[in-house]
């Protein structure tokens, strides 16, 4: 088949208006009940529950399909210590050692957060999402690469649905800078780490700090023109 092939419209399934409805209702109300979870028990995911939601993150539209991300699921223990290490170096710095601008601070103040991270090595996987600024529709091509953080960005949010929709709990956490994660997963330079996505169950003491149930009604979100 030639790259300008077309093939029909067929992975398309059409349900009445009546039945989208209930099923637009019915999956705002289960992703509704994702939280972002910042105390994770220890218990183990199974490696193909995370394998399918990375490969269902894969499906992302990105620009000219050229699919610029890549995910490195650590499940090994001592890479999980070598990331909580450098990311609390990272967030010392930021809460700690007065890089936090005063505003951010606030920001930041009603979610109790602070510079320790143990649920970076409590969790049972961590996936460091990189963003390849080079690449192509197959691996090993070196094109441009179009709407980087766009795509990567929608990919991430089919990966957070996926694993919630399986029944894994996330967190995005952005340590600044990140860029340990080159040399802890054993990525090229080329590839810009993006984000650390936490997974695993929540721990019986977790908690929703009450901020983070404040959600913009409707109204406030969106305008019918
Ligand atoms: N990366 C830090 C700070 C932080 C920043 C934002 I914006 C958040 O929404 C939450 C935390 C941390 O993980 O603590």
Same mark, same amino acid.
């Given at each position: 088949m030639q790259p300008h092939d077309h093939v029909p419209f067929r992975d398309f399934v059409e349900v009445p208006p009546a039945e989208m409805i209930a099923r637009a209702e019915a999956f705002r109300a289960d992703i509704a009940r994702r939280h972002s979870c910042r105390d994770f028990s220890d218990r183990p995911v199974p490696r193909d529950v995370i394998e399918a939601a990375i490969a269902a993150a894969g499906t992302a539209p990105s620009g000219a399909n050229h699919q610029p991300w890549f995910f490195a699921a650590i499940a090994s223990p001592a890479l999980k210590a070598r990331v909580r290490a450098a990311a609390e170096a990272e967030e010392h710095d930021f809460y700690d050692g007065g890089k936090a601008p005063e505003e951010w601070r606030g920001a930041l103040a009603p979610l109790? #957060?602070?510079?320790?991270?143990p649920y970076l090595e409590t969790a049972p996987w961590l996936i460091a999402i990189f963003a390849q600024r080079r690449g192509g529709v197959r691996a090993g091509m070196d094109a441009k690469n179009y709407y980087i953080n766009e795509s990567v960005g929608i990919a991430t949010g089919f990966l957070i649905a996926a694993l919630h929709a399986a029944g894994v709990a996330t967190l995005t956490h #952005? /340590? +600044?800078?990140? +860029?340990f994660l080159t040399e802890i997963c054993g990525? /090229?330079? #080329?590839e810009k780490p993006w984000l650390l996505l936490v997974a695993g169950y929540p721990a019986a003491t977790a908690t929703i700090p009450t901020h983070a149930l404040i959600k913009k009604p409707l109204g406030d979100i969106m305008a019918v023109l």
């Open positions: 109790g #957060t602070d510079a320790s991270k #952005t /340590p +600044n800078p990140m +860029n990525r /090229p330079a #080329t």
